[in-house]
């Protein structure tokens, strides 16, 4: 099983429609949960942490469940500039390894 | 300080020659990390840094692959006799410790072994 597995995509949405994305990681000793957008040809940039209780930044929200090791990001209101990959992350350990990135799940956002 | 710097942008050589990369982290933060990403993959770990002290490296880093940190400050990563397997974009990122936060990732290096 990899370390963190997403859906492969490409999702290609109209603009307004909302978008859910899922990830599953492997170590259930994970400690920390990021996504991260990646834009084509750019480098990642942290889009939001994820927390166990769950959290919201305006049209995004990202969920984490423990027990089932899944981590989800919702999208509402697709805009044109959401057209992106995005990428699932887990700090597999206390913060003395790495992120582990998943593959990405490609968004087109469709006029 | 801006965020992560990272030279050059591009990269082309011929096969079999070496290269080298530079990196300077955001200035606070004591981690930095390298890592690698080919088309259609997330990013892949090669090795970090605290301080000057390389912590971890991975089985991806081939014994042509060197890095290093020797003041804590900016790090380089040296390829040497490129095979055109090493055609990637060559990302470098940096967090304060444990990067509970999140890292902080340069432009990246896009090399081409031709």
């Known amino acids: 099983r990899k370390e963190v597995e997403q859906d492969p995509g490409p999702f290609n949405v109209p603009e307004g429609a909302t978008v859910a994305f899922n990830c599953t990681y492997s170590?259930?000793?994970?400690?920390?949960f990021f996504w991260y957008r990646q834009d084509c040809r750019k480098e990642p940039k942290l889009l939001m942490s994820?927390?166990?209780s769950g959290n919201e930044d305006g049209r995004f929200t990202a969920q984490l469940n423990r027990a089932s090791q899944y981590i989800s990001l919702l999208i509402r209101d697709s805009k044109l500039s959401d057209s992106a990959t995005y990428l699932c992350v887990v700090n597999m350990n206390s913060g003395n390894t790495p992120l582990v990135f998943g593959k990405g799940t490609r968004l087109s956002v469709i006029a | 300080d801006t965020g992560v710097s990272q030279n050059p942008r591009h990269k082309i050589t011929k096969r079999g020659q070496n290269v080298t990369f530079r990196c300077d982290p955001i200035s606070e933060h004591n981690r930095l990390y390298w890592y690698r990403q080919t088309l259609g993959q997330g990013p892949e770990f090669l090795t970090y840094f605290q301080n000057e002290a390389q912590l971890e490296k991975s089985r991806l880093l081939s014994d042509r692959f060197s890095a290093e940190r020797p003041k804590g400050s900016f790090s380089t990563l040296e390829i040497q006799r490129t095979e055109q397997g090493d055609s990637a974009m060559y990302l470098c990122a940096s967090s304060t410790w444990g990067g509970n936060y999140g890292y902080t990732f340069g432009s990246g290096t896009r090399l081409t072994v031709v």
């Open positions: 170590n259930s000793a994970s400690q920390s």
């Open positions: 994820v927390y166990s």
